[in-house]
């Protein structure tokens, strides 16, 4: 029997396949090495499937005889540049995806390219790549991505390399802060986008420039609190001159997962080891203060720097996760 998809109406979802739809989707999850982050079934359907009681999204199953096979989101989001558009992000309970499979998830995707000509389609661990080589394809993000679990966390490395750096480096002075404030943002900002330029993102021919300005962090700082999450930030200054930043942000709500984002060393300033730095304080702030089970970071495959350091931190790969952009 073929494979079938199925849109799903959450509205009308009883008891019981609200539970096999957490069933599947923690299948997937052991899968994919994904983080867990529903707790139960409860927190499945009030943080995951809630969202499709309105707006434009749309979220099918993958059926094959009686059995659910995977799952298929279709959402309104934005991209780097903040312009809307729709992602399809297909994940698969299914550790070989056959013929047959590839021919019924190829369906929705033309049925999609027809409504809207143009929409990203997210795939994990490139098993996928038979079925986008059928279209007009753009990679827009490519990320592997690596965990960190807080009982890897060696507080008297951190402490040592501190040390050591804050040695090596007394010329320059290293700053925490819990705000992107109008004392920093310019430099932030002006720094941010001087270090994106170094990035490996940017061969992609999909890519999109991320562009932050003061005003747009303005807004972050209002959305972040708002929402209650907390942005940890270190900077390190050579006299008036920001030189270097790293960035973890923690959902006071839900403080489990921490995400590590934009490190950032001007180009003259490497070579003394200042990623460690801040890698090794954020990291200590972050076991002393916070109650977290695993920091998430995406690293592009080609980012061997970043990735060396994230992997001396002590994070360990879990899966690739690669953002296609598909047109008609």
């Known amino acids: 029997m073929a494979y079938k998809v199925k849109k799903i109406d959450v509205g009308q979802l009883g008891v019981e396949e609200t539970q096999a739809l957490y069933a599947v989707d923690c299948s997937i999850v052991e899968k994919y090495n994904f983080l867990k982050q529903f707790r139960d079934v409860s927190d499945y359907k009030h943080s995951f499937l809630s969202t499709f009681l309105t707006g434009d999204h749309e979220l099918f199953v993958i ?18 540049s903040g312009k809307e558009r729709y992602e399809l992000t297909i994940r698969l309970c299914e550790l070989v ?16 390219l027809a409504q809207h000509g143009e929409f990203a389609l997210i795939t994990f661990n490139h098993e996928l790549e038979a079925l986008i080589s059928k279209h007009t394809a753009k990679i827009d993000q490519n990320a592997n991505t690596y ?12 402490n040592e390399t501190i040390g050591e750096c804050q040695a090596k480096n007394g010329d320059l002075e290293m700053i925490y802060t819990d705000l992107i404030s109008e004392e920093y943002i310019q430099q932030y900002c002006d720094l941010f986008m001087e270090t994106m330029v170094y990035m490996p993102d940017r061969k992609e021919e999909g890519y999109v420039r991320y562009v932050i300005t003061p005003e747009k962090q303005r807004q ?10 907390a942005h940890h930030c270190y900077l390190i200054f050579d006299g008036d001159e920001m030189i270097g930043k790293t960035n973890l942000s923690v959902d006071n709500n839900d403080p489990r997962f921490p995400y590590q984002f934009m490190i950032g060393i ?10 460690k730095w801040l890698y090794a304080s954020m ?11 695993k920091v998430l970071i995406h690293h592009h ?5 970043a990735i060396a350091i994230s992997e ?3 994070y360990k790969f879990k899966y690739v996760e690669v953002k296609h952009v598909l047109t008609s």
């Open 63 to 80: 059926a094959h005889h009686s059995a659910i096979c995977g799952m298929i989101s279709f959402i309104k989001s934005a991209d780097w």
């Open 97 to 112: 995806v056959s013929d047959s499979l590839l021919a019924c998830l190829d369906q929705l995707v033309c049925e999609k």
């Open 147 to 158: 965990t960190l679990d807080k009982v890897d966390i060696d507080l008297n490395m951190l």
């Open 220 to 229: 972050k700082n209002e959305e972040w609190a708002k929402m209650n999450q």
């Open 266 to 275: 001007k180009s003259e300033y490497r070579g003394r080891s200042l990623g």
């Open 283 to 293: 990291y200590k702030r972050l076991a002393e203060n916070v109650a977290f089970e």
């Open 301 to 305: 495959p080609e980012n061997k720097h």
């Open 312 to 314: 001396w931190m002590g």
